[in-house]
């Protein structure tokens, strides 16, 4: 169990679990994290992803910054169906229910 408390002053929460436990497992594994991803996503101590806010405002993010690929929270899916088209043109979501599916989205090899 890794606890940041002063990682979670300037968020929401703790959206940043599935990227720091994907960090990490690259890190301790050796396998390089995909290009061009970004992801976010609570982890439970089971590793289950629960969802995270602000899916929209993340998404668009993204977009300026040139990312086409997003792991999401399953249960964030319904958050991408308001986006208009055209920002989710050329965009590929991962919907990830646990770590373990994250992680094999996001490790190469």
Known sequence: HIHVPEGAIPKDG????????????????GKTVRQNLAMTGEITLRGDV?????????VLAA???????LILPRINEKDTVELPDNVKEGLAFHYVQDIKEALAVALEG
């Open 14 to 29: 703790p959206s940043a679990g599935v990227a720091m436990v994907v960090a990490l497992t690259s890190l301790l594994t």
């Open 50 to 58: 629960l969802p995270v806010g602000g899916i929209k405002e993340k």
């Open 63 to 69: 977009v300026r910054a040139g990312i086409t690929n």
